[in-house]
């Protein structure tokens, strides 16, 4: 069984940064491909970005392009996510997850075998 660790949220101003970082407990996580997903009060879990296992392929969501930069490191079974210029509709809770069977749609959260507690970003006005 795989263990997926987020950290690094926490309660920001609307234009700060924050950096999220993810951690799976496997010895085959260089073969994953890793994405983070997210979910708003009252609202479904979406897509945020992912990236391949080799780190060579990304894919954002429409509100991440430009602000969010997804990052890993296969050396340390480390995936990052960087938010710059955070908005209070980025408030969420943030989840991370782990692609053991690609390649997939990686924006289709049925995609991810292996899912983190989450951790929680607020951002306030």
């Known amino acids: 069984q795989v263990q997926v660790v987020e950290s690094g949220g926490g309660l920001v101003q609307a234009g700060d940064s924050l950096r999220l970082s993810c951690t799976a407990s496997?010895?085959?996580?260089?073969?994953?491909?890793m994405g983070w997903f997210r979910q708003a009060p009252g609202k479904e879990r979406e897509f945020v970005a992912a990236?391949?296992?080799?780190?060579?392929?990304?894919n954002y969501a429409h509100s991440a392009k430009g602000r969010f930069t997804i990052s890993r490191e296969n050396a340390e079974n480390t995936v990052s996510l960087r938010m710059n210029s955070l908005q209070p509709e980025d408030t969420a809770v943030y989840y991370c997850?782990?692609?053991?069977?690609?390649?997939?749609?990686?924006?289709?959260?049925?995609?991810?075998?292996?899912w983190g507690q989450g951790t929680q970003v607020t951002v306030s006005s």
């Open positions: 496997s010895r085959t996580f260089s073969r994953y491909a």
């Open positions: 990236i391949s296992w080799s780190g060579a392929s990304t």
């Open positions: 997850a782990a692609d053991p069977w690609g390649p997939n749609d990686l924006t289709d959260s049925n995609k991810y075998g292996y």
